[in-house]
């Protein structure tokens, strides 16, 4: 069963658990009209498609009412243009599609998870009441975070006007503001580093333009919200492609300031090779061109050249376990081959087209006290970590929950964590109580069913403990039914 199919069986199954539940005390007609009525209602209510268009539809008057909900607690001297200003900050954000799906999301989630606490016709009714309630909560909600954001760095008190006045966005990105404010100087470091992984700096015409391209919408936030602590009122270009396993977003945002501060801390944020030495030349001293032996498609292995992209000038102002969580949440790999004899190789990975920049983070888990395989002099553009580190990667760094694995041929969709904490059993078990992969039949199957009812479970707030007790046992009886 795909994961869409999946996932729509088990809120069906929810919803109709909910109205046997509301309807349990009445009987005969009425007990089916009630039954009925509740599951039509309910259908209406979390359809996905209809939480959508309310977010879309959203008029000025209901941001209007939820700035000015929020401006009534501030004590400043003009509250009618930080209004009007906050007003145009919604226009825009109204008008972003990531912010759409990611209020449909989040209201869909708060409605499903409410059903648990229906169980009366009269709590059916205060649920409806408190749907209709959720967009003027949700929307009140966002305009506070936003403007806790354009407050954080400023004293009300010395400059009350600072939103309305027109600003250069020169006024942050500039050295003098970054010399004195150690979280941008982090949060400046940690953008580098998402553009080093699965995004780019380059110039389009007369100015530059950031690009970071993925698969998941959690990690495209992420890096959204950087980017708002220095462009506030950026215009994002957004777009989303097909892709053979889904959908891939990409953003887009022009800066030529945020481009030169960004260039400070790495020359570079090229990762793929050259074709050739004077392509790199153009662009950069002869020294500074890095020369490495990768694997090439039509020629096998072949001498190559780098641009100077770095994450050493990261590594001096951000935690090193941070910058490698973005870097295995964008670029790292959690999964397992079944050869034709039926063993199994299980792999963490990291995929790093640029030699220098893999060794670089090769180094930074070995500080950590995490060993991988050497880089190789032929490159073939990817890294292991030792299975006998599984454990110390997933306390010290992990991944990102929700951040799902999206390469190879099993797991697809499952979240990277919870596959790590299952591969981490398996190992276990492998060495403490003998367990066989092989022996188990129909291995893919029941490794994509044990990683599904982990995941449920984790998501129910059930102790992973718990959990991960219970596969044992399971995957125990697995083997034992085949040896037997």
């Known amino acids: 069963m795909s994961k869409v199919k999946w996932e729509t069986e088990l809120k069906r199954e929810q919803i109709e658990k909910t109205c046997i539940r509301i309807t349990r005390n009445l009987v005969g007609e009425e007990k089916k009209r009630e039954y009925d009525a509740c599951i039509n209602k309910l259908n209406s209510i979390l359809d996905k498609n209809r939480i959508n268009e309310e977010f879309e539809n959203l008029k000025q008057e209901d941001y209007e009412t939820s700035c000015l909900s929020i401006i009534d607690q501030l004590n400043v001297k003009n509250p009618n243009k930080l209004k009007n200003n906050c007003i145009n900050k919604f226009k825009i954000q109204i008008s972003d599609p990531i912010w759409i799906e990611k209020m449909t999301e989040y209201k869909k989630t708060f409605l499903f998870n409410e059903l648990n606490e229906l169980n009366t016709m009269v709590d059916l009714e205060k649920y409806e009441h408190q749907n209709k309630l959720f967009m003027k909560q949700i929307l009140a909600s966002d305009v506070k975070k936003n403007l806790q954001i354009y407050f954080k760095d400023i004293k009300l008190k010395d400059d009350p006007d600072f939103l309305t006045r027109k600003k250069s966005i020169s006024y942050k990105l500039n050295k003098e503001y970054l010399s004195e404010n150690i979280e941008k100087q982090e949060k400046l470091r940690l953008l580098a580093t998402y553009l080093l992984t699965d995004g780019s700096l380059y110039k389009d015409g007369n100015n530059y333009k950031l690009d970071f391209t993925n698969k998941s919408i959690i990690l495209i936030e992420k890096f959204m919200d950087i980017l708002k602590e220095?462009?506030?009122?950026?215009?994002?270009?957004?777009?989303?492609?097909?892709?053979?396993?889904?959908?891939?977003?990409?953003?887009?945002?022009?800066?030529?300031?945020?481009?030169?501060?960004?260039?400070?801390?790495?020359?570079?944020?090229?990762?793929?090779?050259?074709?050739?030495?004077?392509?790199?030349?153009?662009?950069?001293?002869?020294?500074?061109?890095?020369?490495?032996?990768?694997?090439?498609?039509?020629?096998?292995?072949?001498?190559?050249?780098?641009?100077?992209?770095?994450?050493?000038?990261?590594?001096?102002?951000?935690?090193?376990?941070?910058?490698?969580?973005?870097?295995?949440?964008?670029?790292?790999?959690?999964?397992?081959?079944?050869?034709?004899?039926?063993?199994?190789?299980?792999?963490?990975?990291?995929?790093?087209?640029?030699?220098?920049?893999?060794e670089e983070i090769r180094q930074m888990l070995i500080a950590v006290g995490i060993h991988t395989n050497p880089i190789p002099e032929n490159y073939k553009g990817d890294f292991e970590i030792l299975s006998e580190y599984y454990e110390t990667f997933r306390d010290k760094i992990g991944f990102t929950r929700g951040v799902t694995k999206e390469k190879g041929k099993y797991l697809i969709g499952k979240n990277k964590s919870d596959i790590l904490d299952i591969f981490i059993l398996i190992s276990c078990m492998q060495k403490d109580k003998g367990l066989i992969l092989k022996n188990i039949p129909n291995l893919e199957k029941k490794l994509e069913s044990i990683v599904t009812e982990y995941e449920e479970g984790v998501n129910q707030g059930i102790s992973k403990n718990l959990l991960l007790k219970k596969i044992s046992e399971k995957l125990t009886i697995f083997q034992d039914n085949r040896n037997k």
């Open 230 to 358: 220095f462009i506030p009122n950026a215009h994002f270009n957004f777009t989303k492609h097909k892709v053979p396993t889904g959908i891939s977003y990409q953003v887009k945002v022009p800066s030529n300031e945020l481009a030169e501060l960004l260039f400070e801390i790495s020359p570079s944020y090229k990762t793929k090779p050259y074709k050739n030495l004077s392509e790199c030349e153009n662009e950069y001293k002869k020294e500074l061109c890095v020369k490495w032996k990768v694997k090439d498609k039509q020629m096998g292995y072949k001498e190559k050249y780098f641009a100077p992209a770095t994450y050493r000038n990261i590594m001096d102002k951000v935690s090193v376990t941070d910058i490698l969580r973005i870097i295995f949440d964008n670029e790292g790999s959690v999964g397992l081959s079944i050869r034709k004899d039926g063993r199994t190789d299980k792999k963490l990975s990291v995929t790093c087209l640029h030699p220098g920049l893999a």
